[in-house]
């Protein structure tokens, strides 16, 4: 166990830049510290939603909706939480939101309930919202709380977005069902099967690592 | 799902639809704990126990409680504490009874609440509509598939502590692409048996 492996980010409080106001905390979650791409949180349904880009839409926007609301009710009660048993009273209040989701979800969408089947309710237990519960909510205000929740929650919808174009695109030769690719492209399976999820989002996060590589290159960070 | 053997369920979890390789689940603790096969056994151990356990209990519950009141809707709140409760139980019991054991799984065990293999387990039980001993059988291959997974990947991972991997590729994207091409090696099962 020497290099720290621990499971999730309730654990391993991401980097202590958090500090910023506004803008500062929302780069900081959409982009430096995005919660799929550089804490490797959520990595889960970021796989197994994405065979689609309007599955991973709708995932994107179940996963904003509960780490704001989640951020705003832990933040409201962050004084009222006995320090020992914030966790648990943590995973009850995100559980009542991904269960509100859930609910609406079977109530206007019932294809879409049906397609991510126990992906909505493993939202609970995506190391994301418990991570910025635990590391942000906990301390700050809840208009900053906010704001951290939208941008972990957007920066987690856009590389879902990105896996489930690339991955709706090679493998159905679609995107939101719209045919793009012309008649002669082989469709292939295999990105839509699961190996084709694990190997996109691998080559996305060395992707990412080559972005950021440069950009801490350059003095005085440009971007 | 009457008709099927818990047997049939039981490979099936193991090879054909692994919980890890097929169905995305638990790839936190798979991504942090598969550097050392030491760490990767006791976390699998553990993660074989505590499924079928809690499996077992949730269908108790879920049956029991949950569908004669007609809170289905709670499932997933009434779930996690299950696993959570359970988790801290079999910890505080392992502490007072067996040192060794403890010292052995103890640490690990903690770790298995935010495991979402486990939660997930329990809502493919209710989706798929199985019957107890299948949940049993279901529970218990699905960790079995879960541990057999992260064994492989520790393996797969010290050999290649001699490789010489691309900078960009280094630490979690290559772990990402092998275990693609481990999750189409494991897609040859698919056939022998089938579930969902």
């Given amino acids: 166990m020497s290099d720290a492996p621990v499971a999730c980010g309730a654990c391993e409080p991401p980097g202590g830049l958090c500090g910023g106001k506004g803008l500062a905390t929302f780069k900081e979650g959409f982009w430096t510290n995005n919660p799929v791409n550089v804490q490797m949180l959520g990595i889960c349904s970021a796989l197994a939603v994405t065979g689609k880009l309007e599955n991973s839409l709708v995932m994107g926007v179940a996963l904003i909706f509960v780490c704001v609301g989640s951020n705003l009710f832990i933040s409201l009660l962050r004084k009222a939480i006995p320090r020992k048993i914030r966790m648990i009273a943590e995973v009850a209040i995100i559980a009542t939101f991904v269960i509100l989701f859930d609910q609406l979800l079977r109530a206007f969408y019932w294809d879409m309930s049906k397609q991510l089947g126990p992906y909505v309710g493993l939202i609970i237990t995506n190391c994301i919202v418990m991570g910025r519960a635990e590391a942000f909510a906990m301390q700050k205000a809840p208009v900053v709380s906010v704001v951290d929740g939208l941008a972990n929650g957007l920066g987690y919808a856009v590389v879902l977005a990105a896996i489930g174009i690339l991955r709706e695109l090679l493998g159905f030769g679609t995107i939101l069902n719209l045919t793009v690719l012309p008649d002669w492209y082989p469709k292939n399976q295999l990105m839509v099967l699961a190996p084709g999820a694990f190997i996109v989002l691998g080559f996305i996060i060395a992707l990412f690592n080559v972005m950021n590589a440069k950009r801490d290159a350059k003095p005085a960070g440009g971007n | ?196």
Avoid at chain 2, 49 to 75: C, D, E, R, S
């Fill in chain 2, 1 to 196: 799902m009457e008709d099927i053997s818990p047997w049939a369920i039981l490979f099936a979890a193991i090879f054909t639809s692994n919980i890890l390789l097929a169905n995305f689940l638990g790839m936190c603790s798979f991504l942090a704990c598969s550097k050392q096969i030491n760490t990767s056994l006791g976390l699998g151990a553990a993660v074989i126990f505590v499924m079928t356990a809690t499996t077992a209990i949730n269908y108790g519950v879920y049956h029991g409680l949950l569908v004669p009141n007609g809170l289905k809707h709670l499932q997933f709140i009434v779930f996690i504490a299950v696993i959570a409760a359970f988790v801290q139980f079999v910890e505080m019991f392992v502490e007072r009874f067996s040192q060794g054991l403890y010292h052995a799984l103890g640490i690990f065990l903690p770790l298995i609440t935010v495991n979402c293999a486990i939660l997930g387990a329990a809502l493919f039980m209710v989706i798929r509509e199985y019957t107890f001993i299948q949940s049993i059988g279901f529970g218990f291959g699905a960790g079995v598939g879960w541990a057999l997974a992260i064994l492989l990947m520790a393996g797969l991972r010290k050999k290649m502590g001699y490789s010489d991997i691309p900078k960009s590729f280094q630490g979690v994207s290559i772990v990402m692409i092998i275990t693609g091409i481990m999750a189409m090696a494991f897609m040859g099962f698919a056939g022998m048996v089938r579930i969902q």
